[in-house]
């Protein structure tokens, strides 16, 4: 069900993509997986709403959002600190881990 939501393009925006993680659908790290594969976070706006709901805020669930290079390129790196999501130890720990800040220009950021 998730699948096919995705693949009509429903959470190409913001509003959308709030409501639906305020209901909790992406509590779960495959649920997450699967989101992230279809590329909905590929931009920064998105992102951010993403973020913004909560969705990142334990460290399996973060792991998996950063298995999946949603995080590979500078401005959605951007988007993902601006918003406060590495505000402590174990959540930076995790993103880390999977080796999203191994080159110096996003070590920087």
């Known amino acids: 069900m998730l699948h ?27 649920m997450l997986q699967e989101y992230l594969t279809v590329s909905a976070l590929s931009n920064t706006n998105v992102l951010q709403a993403y973020l913004t709901v909560g969705a990142l805020s334990n460290t399996n669930v973060l792991q998996a959002y950063l298995t999946v290079g949603a995080l590979s390129n500078t401005n959605v790196l951007q988007a993902y600190l601006a918003v406060g999501a590495l505000s402590n130890t174990n959540v930076l720990q995790a993103y880390l881990t999977v080796g999203a800040l191994s080159n110096t220009n996003v070590l920087q950021i």
Do not use: R
Request: proline share 0%.
């Open 4 to 30: 096919t939501y995705l693949t009509v393009s429903a959470l190409s925006n913001t509003n959308v993509l709030q409501a639906y993680l305020a209901v909790g659908a992406l509590s779960n790290t495959n």
